[in-house]
Each structure stands twice: as structure tokens, then as C-alpha cells.
């Protein structure tokens, strides 16, 4: 199983979850973040010029997947988060080690459902 962690922007937030629910990818979690992307804004003050290492508001998703579902993940977020602008935003892989689903006591593969994509 693999955690896919994905930073995106917040107006693209809907649009992403659409091309997720497309892919049949179920089960996720999407938090408010603050976040920073490597542009940096110059300040002139009375010291000189500084550098402002500014945070934006951006949506981080956490989903995770069966090792079927890992492509279909990052190509339906990396389809829809995309506006050609720096700062669309990250995708990271992780490996995960155990996925336990509380109601059933279910554990990994079949803790993170469905196991294969539809048109695989
Ligand atoms: N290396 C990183 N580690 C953790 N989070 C990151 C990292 N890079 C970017 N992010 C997150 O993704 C958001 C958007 O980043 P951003 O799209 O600017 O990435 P980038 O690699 O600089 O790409 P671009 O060149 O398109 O700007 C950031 O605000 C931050 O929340
Ligand atoms: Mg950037």
C-alpha cells in the first residue's frame, strides 16, 4: 500500500476530487495548509532588501491506496491540479506498512478498498 500526500490549490480542490471519484478512488482526507513553494517575495526596507519566505493557503490531500490504485491516483490529481502556473502544487508516494480498518478489524489490501481499478 502507498499513502499519496498531495498538495494542491484550493480552487482546484473540486475539480481534483471529481477525477478522483472518476478513478473510483474512495477514502481520503483533505486538510487546510499553509504552505510554502520556493517563491520568494524581495521586501525593501530601511535595512536594505530582505527576502520574505511567504506561506499561501493550499489543500493537502491524504489518500490511501492498494498498489493498483497508485497511478490511477496520481494521474486523475496531476490531470486536474494542473494550471501550468508555479505553484500547482506537489505529489508525494510514501510506503505505507499497515492499513487496519476499525468497524471490520480488516487489514492491509483489504482495509483499503476497492483493490482493482475499474478497466484494469
Ligand atoms: N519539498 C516540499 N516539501 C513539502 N511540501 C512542498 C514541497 N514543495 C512544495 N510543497 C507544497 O506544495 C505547495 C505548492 O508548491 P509548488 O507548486 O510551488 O512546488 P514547486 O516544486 O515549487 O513547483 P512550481 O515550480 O510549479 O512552483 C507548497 O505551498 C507546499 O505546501
Ligand atoms: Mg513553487
Do not use: C, W
Amino acid at each position: 500500500m502507498k499513502l499519496i500526500i498531495a498538495t494542491v490549490r484550493p480552487d482546484k480542490l473540486n475539480d481534483v476530487l471529481e477525477a478522483l471519484y472518476r478513478a473510483e478512488v474512495r477514502g481520503l482526507t483533505a486538510s487546510r495548509v499553509m504552505g510554502h513553494g520556493g517563491e520568494v517575495e524581495r521586501v525593501e526596507n530601511y535595512r536594505g532588501t530582505t527576502v520574505k519566505m511567504g506561506l499561501q493557503e493550499k489543500v493537502r490531500l491524504e489518500i490511501g491506496v492498494s498498489e493498483p490504485f497508485v497511478d490511477v491516483t496520481v494521474k486523475a490529481i496531476l490531470g486536474a491540479a494542473r494550471t501550468g502556473e508555479v505553484g500547482d502544487g506537489k505529489i508525494f508516494v510514501l510506503d505505507v506498512e499497515q492499513v487496519h480498518r476499525i468497524r471490520t478489524g480488516e487489514r492491509d489490501e483489504a482495509a483499503v478498498t476497492p483493490t482493482i481499478p475499474a478497466g484494469v
